[in-house]
């Protein structure tokens, strides 16, 4: 009976979990992070946001975000390791392509289905950092996702 009762506790549990978390800049001409994460079974919806809220405030950082700049969804392999990731963009803003390559890598990576949003001022493009920040986004993203896997 006691059996019983530990999986109605373990059915009970929630199976989606959100949280939001901090990055500073990674360099002094980046701004800081925010990545807001939603887990589900074998499944991680990721935003990913350059922010100026304070790191006591930053479940408020995705609501002055925008989802849907450039977003992506990658499925990883199953049969064949070392198969790039299958991935589709959902919705771009502009011409960036990072949210799809960074969420196949990171499908690929954790073997789990990734949606990733990736919202970057475009200003920072013209300013010649994106390459700098891309890189602190996709070391976000790992560090939150490693942190997931491990709990």
């Known amino acids: 009976m006691a059996s019983g009762t530990q999986n109605d506790n373990t059915a009970l549990q929630p199976r989606i979990h959100v949280d939001t978390r901090y990055f500073p800049p990674a360099d002094l001409a980046l701004p800081a992070l925010a990545v807001q994460t939603t887990r589900l079974v074998d499944t991680y ?10 790191q006591e405030q930053i479940e408020n950082a995705p609501l002055q975000g925008c989802l849907a700049k450039d977003w992506a969804c990658a499925m990883p392999a199953r049969e ?9 963009p959902l919705y771009r803003s502009s011409s960036s392509e990072a949210a799809l390559s960074m969420a196949q890598r990171l499908a690929r990576r954790f073997k789990k289905q990734i949606f990733l949003s990736i919202d970057m001022p475009p200003s ?6 994106e390459g700098k920040l ?9 560090d939150t996702v490693k942190s997931h896997e491990m709990a």
């Open 45 to 54: 919806m990721l935003w990913v946001g350059t922010t100026d809220v304070d």
């Open 80 to 88: 064949t390791p070392g198969t790039p990731a299958a991935a589709t």
């Open 124 to 129: 920072l493009g013209s300013m010649g950092q």
């Open 134 to 142: 891309l890189l602190a986004i996709e070391r976000a993203v790992v």
